[in-house]
């Protein structure tokens, strides 16, 4: 069992940055990977970035891909979400989620067996 917790979501003018936060707790695996998603309102969840804890390799959605970092921390077993230049359509709750065993990254939210309750992010203008 794994518990993901969001924190550092709130509300940003355009063209600001925000770090968000992923703090894991409970049984960890060696092939486990993270990923950031997002929803916005009346709209499916879609895929933000993705990075594996075991060998760090990275995958990002196209529309996030030069303004968004995502990090880890294997120490804190912590994952980040670097958000920089941010754009009206960034807005949206962004969850955290984990995956178990896999050995690579998916953009699939199926793929996913745990997932934190979401942090609000909101850029006005």
Known sequence: QVQLVESGGGLVQ???????????????????????????????????????????????????????????????????LQMNSLKNEDTAVYYCAADRDSVVLWRTAREYDYWGQGTQVTVSS
Do not use: H
């Not at 993270?34 to 196209?62: H, N």
């Open 14 to 80: 355009a063209g600001a940055s925000l770090r968000l936060s992923c703090a894991a707790s409970g049984r960890t695996f060696s092939r486990n990977s993270m990923a950031w998603f997002r929803q916005a309102p009346g709209k499916e969840r879609e895929f933000v970035a993705a990075i594996s804890w075991s060998d760090g390799k990275i995958l990002y959605a196209e529309s996030v891909k030069g303004r968004f970092t995502i990090s880890r921390d294997n120490g804190k077993n912590t994952v980040y």
